[in-house]
């Protein structure tokens, strides 16, 4: 048995070894680390990602001798709330979880110095006892009851004397306001905005005015998220717009018109591009946010979430010297993703690549990038017209939307070009129907189109908190032991209870999930006016064509998706089942 002075000695690296979490290597890491940055051992393992949050913070709260707490499984009343002053809770970090007239208990994410507990009872007036908690779940329970931004309607209140924003708070035609306090604390909030979203690992932020509201929203896997704000935002929504326009380097006295601008900002080490887009409303100025990460850009093959004998065949078509290559599937299925990782692939010393976009998301080094301009008659048909004169080894077009851009870039694949390229279709087989119906020549179709691939994001069940799902219907199991050609009984499923890591979700992260139809002499042969899809779809699956819902049961079956999220994107509607209902 471990003396007290022993067990004195120990940090949260030393429990997380006895419990198996860690291993030796990686904790001799973190002492390295720890050593080098001067930093706390519980942050330098959650820097490298060793353990989780909250396994984390329970080492450290049995280092600390205190106890450990989630306060969002306690769901806390506003009443236990309001037992500290909201500056209290703003500027310690701190939750209230019980107390009467003599003592407190507080959970706080850091254990506190004796000066600082020593100061909190003399600004409290009681007793206290202190309990540990982690920072995402005080962040959240903060953010759930008094909303992102009450920290900065606290701050104004401050400034103006205590009293209430009853008066929107507007910058003037310079971008500077009278009280530079104000205009500070406004910048404050919308690097607040910005950081949230960087946290919560959303890909847009949409920030819409209403008549006595505002809302927030984060798009975070594909799902909007409301965030809470506080009431007295609204009153400083023209504000936020302005500082947002001064970012983007718009005109800010311009409140009639679209607004469309670019934000560079980096946190850390890492760089990030804001896509602005400023609508004018009935109620004020709506904003939306898209969020690229230029890190994004460099992903390996194996990153995309490819299946092995897709990876190789997307590894090939990138080499090809000529053929068309098109990418399927809606708006936000990650297709502008998968384009860039094939650049990256096919942009060598010995090939010039030429990309042709509307807008340009990504800057890619090496490469020659043109933005669309339709205003000016710089459109993709006409710029890709040009761009063939250029010597091009490798053409990316944004998107084939009309018959003239789809004849440039057919014809450009014949003569030596490799065409990369974006097509809205339900499936990957569909793309040829489409061209066709956009009157391209069939012959030209199936001389020129090398494969099609359809895709879609699926939100991936966050590796903390899976378990198995134990609920999986008899007629899901069979259809998924069809699909993979296995046993009923070896039919597997996972699903993410929720916890502090996935913001009580169940996902975290997302991964693609891939449909390849190639073109071969039997498909080309095929490709006829009045081709029924019905007779592609037959003849790949003899090549060994699989579906996308056949895909995504093998994400299920590995344990990367639930089977929620494979009905939300490949669920089919059964017209005559629905009508005997």
Not at 260 to 289: C, F, H, Q, W
Not at 441 to 469: F, K, N
């Amino acid at each position: 048995m471990p003396t007290s002075a022993e067990t004195a000695a120990k940090e949260a690296g030393d429990f997380l070894l006895e419990q198996g979490k860690i291993s030796e290597q990686q904790l001799e890491q973190v002492r390295r680390r720890q050593q080098r940055l001067n930093l706390p051992q519980h942050r330098a393992i959650l820097d490298l990602n060793f353990a989780s949050e909250e396994d984390t913070w329970r080492a450290l709260a049995a280092a600390s001798h205190l106890d450990y707490v989630d306060p969002v499984a306690l769901d806390l009343p506003r009443p236990t709330l309001d037992l500290v002053p909201l500056k209290f809770i703003f500027h310690y970090r701190l939750l209230p979880l019980d107390g009467d007239a003599d003592s407190l208990t507080l959970a706080i994410s850091e254990p506190p110095r004796q000066m600082e507990q020593g100061n909190l009872r003399l600004l409290l007036g009681k007793r206290l006892k202190i309990v540990l908690a982690t920072p995402s779940a005080i962040h959240a329970v903060i953010k759930k009851h008094f909303g992102l931004g009450a920290e900065t309607v606290q701050k104004l209140r401050e400034e103006r004397g205590g009293t209430e924003l009853n008066q929107e708070i507007v910058f003037d035609l310079q971008g500077k306001e009278a009280d530079s306090a104000i205009e500070a604390t406004v910048s404050a909030f919308v690097d607040q905005l910005l950081q949230e979203a960087l946290r919560l690992r959303a890909t847009d932020i949409h920030l819409e005015p209403y008549a006595n509201s505002i809302r927030l929203r984060y798009r975070v896997d594909g799902i909007l998220e409301t965030v809470p704000m506080p009431a007295d935002m609204r009153q400083l929504h023209p504000a936020v717009v302005s500082r947002l326009k001064i970012m983007a380097g718009l005109n800010i006295a311009e409140k009639r018109l679209p607004h469309d601008g670019r934000i560079a900002m980096k946190t850390g080490n890492e760089e990030y591009d804001l896509r602005v887009s400023i609508v004018p409303t009935k109620y004020g100025e709506a904003v939306s946010l898209r969020i690229l990460g230029r890190e994004s850009l460099f992903l390996d093959l194996g990153q995309l979430g490819m299946e092995p004998g897709q990876e190789a065949i997307f590894g090939q078509l990138t080499d090809l010297p000529q053929g068309m290559v098109l990418l399927t599937g809606p708006t936000g299925s990650g297709k502008t993703t998968t384009l860039y990782t094939a650049l990256a692939q096919a942009n060598d010393e010995g090939r010039k690549v030429i990309t042709f976009e509307d807008p340009i998301e990504y800057q890619l080094e090496g490469t020659v990038q043109i933005q669309v301009r339709e205003q000016i008659g710089l459109t993709f048909a006409a710029g890709l017209r040009s761009v063939l004169r250029h010597d091009p080894d490798v053409v990316l077009v944004g998107e084939i939307r009309d018959f003239e851009t789809a004849e440039i870039a057919v014809r450009a694949a014949q003569t030596g070009h490799l065409v990369l390229s974006t097509l809205h279709t339900n499936d990957s087989i569909s793309a040829v129907t489409r061209l066709l119906e956009m009157r391209i020549e069939p012959y030209l179709i199936a001389s020129s189109l090398v494969c099609s691939i359809a895709q879609r994001l699926a939100r991936r069940i966050c590796r903390h908190c899976a378990e198995e799902d134990r609920d999986v219907p008899a007629h899901t199991r069979d259809e998924m032991a069809a699909a993979l050609g296995i046993p009923a009984a070896e039919v597997k499923a996972s699903k993410g209870r929720g916890c502090v890591e996935c913001n009580q979700k169940g996902h975290r992260g997302r991964v693609a999930i891939y449909e390849l139809f190639l073109v071969n002499e039997a498909i080309a042969d095929l490709i006829q006016p009045g081709l029924r899809t019905g007779e592609l779809r037959a003849a790949a699956r003899k090549l060994g064509w699989r579906s996308l819902r056949e895909m995504a049961w093998l994400k299920v079956q590995r344990g990367l998706i639930p089977i929620s999220e494979q009905e939300r994107w490949t669920r089919q509607l059964d017209p005559s089942a629905l009508l005997r209902r």
